[in-house]
């Protein structure tokens, strides 16, 4: 069965400050996933690990080319044992703008060594590639836009959803683009953005696998007649 989310939780900081970002309060079940998706507005700003309910987050990719680009990265933790109600935070390490989505996901799994994919580019949309290991995962991932061109063009690959955006266009301060898309098999498929071109641009993705498992379904008896006898097997 194919996975589908539970909820995305969003939180940005803009104007620019050194206060942490927190997410809205939420409470996951036992056996849920998070993904962290996290950018900021300079490959030489990053955030913070994220934190969060006592869970243990661990960074499966990180995007930070240098230069002139932004920041990415993705954080996952598993809910082992349910901490109630909670929120996500994620402290700046110096005073910037950016932002991160929480996405929730139960009947879900990572891989010890999950699929992801980052990099990055200048005068296009944000887009990559991603190869999953099966058509009922999930790909969520982030991208962020140095240029900081307008988002109101934007338009994503693959049906994506949107889960945040942080639009600081205007001020010529990035722009942070969070989304989900589903797998559409096991080959080579596209993610991220077709418009609005001219970015400079980073972007990560990484698979969230539906999680393992089948039904025990008992085998049905062979019933065996023999003159005056009855007999079942298996």
Not at 48 to 54: C, F, K, V
């Amino acid at each position: 069965m194919a996975l589908t989310p539970v909820a995305q939780y969003y939180a940005q900081i803009s104007p620019q400050g050194t206060s942490p970002i927190v997410t809205a309060s939420f409470t996951p079940s036992n056996g849920d996933w998070l993904v962290v998706t996290m950018g900021t507005w300079d490959s030489a700003s990053p955030l913070g690990a994220p934190t969060g309910g006592s869970l243990t987050y661990t960074q499966q990719v990180v995007q930070a080319p240098g230069g002139f680009n932004q920041w990415c990265a993705i954080y996952t933790a598993p809910v082992i044992s349910s901490p109630g109600s909670m929120t996500v935070s994620s402290t700046p390490t110096v005073s910037l703008r950016g932002s991160i989505c929480v996405h929730r996901y139960s009947g879900a799994q990572i891989a010890a060594t999950p699929v992801t994919n980052k990099t990055s580019g200048f005068s296009s949309p944000a887009a990559s590639t991603i190869t999953p290991t099966a058509g009922t995962s999930l790909i969520p991932w982030t991208a962020g836009d140095a240029s900081s061109v307008d988002p109101a063009t934007r338009a994503y690959l693959a049906s994506a959803t949107q889960a945040g955006l942080r639009d600081d266009h205007a001020g010529a301060n990035g722009v942070d683009y969070h989304a989900y898309q589903s797998s559409t098999g096991t080959g080579s498929q596209s993610y991220g953005l077709s418009a609005p071109g001219g970015m400079t641009w980073v972007i990560a993705a990484i698979e969230v696998q539906a999680a393992a498992g089948a039904t025990f379904i008992a085998p049905r008896p062979v019933i065996v007649r023999q003159a005056g006898k009855r007999a079942s097997f298996y």
